[in-house]
Structures are given as structure tokens and as C-alpha cells.
């Protein structure tokens, strides 16, 4: 690969409203420019939602992605089964969603197939801001003991062209050192390093970092 590039993090203003970032990662009012009046009232009634719900299940079946892929159970939450639709079998690596449109995102969660229930809903809310949906990129958990922690296996078998590691520390996969929230640019691929949903969760500042550099990175 070339040699690393870094981007320093561009801080937003002081006083962006905080909303944005307030309630499970809805950055869609970033983008679609609503009045900060609309977007208190929604992120209040989400909040009401959410904490009337602490207790929910969190299990969640996906909608196919229309290839001949086989569905599996992926994991048992309060007595009944969750069945993900686009987790893909098979391979040489196990993963969800499709790779074809070069975007892949690489995480490492012990406990759960591929994200924790709060970060699976601020990562479908992140996407979907930028117009994608968990069907259309790549997700890889690397604490799947059948998935190679192998970059040039990575990349050979997906053959991404924008890499996004959540919470994955790149030496782990035997990259140099990234900065949060910068890249490594390669022939074929860019890496963007950033936290996990969780990290951000506790952290307004990695929240605001993050939607900043990452909206940026998957426009470009």
C-alpha cells in the first residue's frame, strides 16, 4: 500500500446544535437542513420511545437482498430465535450484507454475530443518512473464529475500495498506526479508522468527530 496519509479532525462549532448528535446517531437532519425546533421535538419523542423500552428484545430479522443466499440462525434472545437473512455462508469469511458495492465495515464484538442491539440501531441510522442500508454494504466481525484477522485475505475477498474500521485497532490486522477518524489511502482501498458505536455513545465529541470525517469519506 502507499504510504500512510492522515487527516486531522475537523472539530465542529462549538455551538452545533447538540441534537444532532443527542439520540442514537440521527444525523439525517444534518443533511436534510430541518429547523432546529422540528428536530428537538422528534429527538424528545424518540427519547420518550427509547427509555420506554429499555427492556425490549432485541433481536431483528433483516430484509434479503434478493441473491440466492441461505438464511441462518445467527443467535438466541429471550427464548426465540433471531434469524439474520443477510448474513452470508460459505466463504472464506462469514459476514452480513453485500459486498459489491465496495463498502465494508470491520468490527470485533465477542457477544454478539455483528453489532450490539444499540449500536446496530446508530449504525442503520448513520447509513442511512448517506442513502445506504445494512443490505448494500459489507459488515465483518472479526471475533468470529471462523473469519481470518488476514488484511490481504480482506482484501481479496471482498476487494473494498472504502474500509471502515469500527473500533478495530489497525495493528491488530498488521496496518500502521491511523489516527482516529483518518485514513490510510492504498492503490485499491482507503482505510478509515474511527471508535466503536459504544465509545461514541459515552462521548458527545467522538460522536460529532466521527459524522464529520466519516459523512466526507463515503461522498467522496
Known amino acids: 500500500m502507499s504510504n500512510l496519509t492522515t487527516d486531522n479532525p475537523v472539530a465542529l462549532q462549538t455551538l452545533m446544535d447538540e441534537t444532532i448528535f443527542g439520540n442514537g446517531f440521527d444525523f439525517q437532519a444534518d443533511l436534510s437542513g430541518h429547523s432546529l425546533q422540528e428536530e428537538n421535538s422528534v429527538h424528545a419523542q424518540a427519547a420518550i420511545v427509547q427509555a420506554s423500552l429499555t427492556t425490549k428484545d432485541t433481536s431483528y430479522v433483516a430484509v434479503g437482498i434478493g441473491e440466492a443466499q441461505q438464511a441462518v440462525p445467527s443467535q438466541v434472545v429471550s427464548g426465540s430465535h433471531a434469524v ?5 455462508l460459505g466463504g472464506e469469511f462469514i459476514y452480513q450484507g453485500n459486498k ?3 463498502i465494508l465495515f470491520i468490527l470485533r464484538y465477542e457477544q454478539y454475530p455483528y453489532f450490539s442491539p444499540a449500536a446496530l440501531e446508530a449504525f442503520e441510522k448513520t447509513i442511512g443518512a448517506l442513502k445506504l442500508t445494512k ?3 459489507a459488515v465483518l466481525n472479526l471475533a468470529n473464529s471462523h473469519n481470518p484477522n488476514d488484511f490481504k485475505r480482506i482484501m481479496q475477498f471482498f476487494q473494498p475500495t472504502k474500509i ?8 491488530s490486522l498488521k496496518l500502521p498506526f491511523i489516527e482516529h477518524n483518518s485514513y490510510m489511502k492504498g492503490r485499491i482501498a482507503t482505510v478509515f479508522n474511527t471508535f466503536s458505536f459504544e465509545e461514541m455513545f459515552v462521548d458527545v465529541n467522538k460522536k460529532k468527530l466521527f459524522w464529520n470525517e466519516f459523512k466526507t469519506f463515503i461522498v467522496s
Open 84 to 88: 439474520n437473512h443477510l448474513e452470508v
Open 100 to 102: 459489491e458495492q465496495g
Open 135 to 137: 443490505e448494500t454494504v
Open 164 to 171: 471502515i474500521l469500527l473500533g478495530v485497532e489497525p495493528a
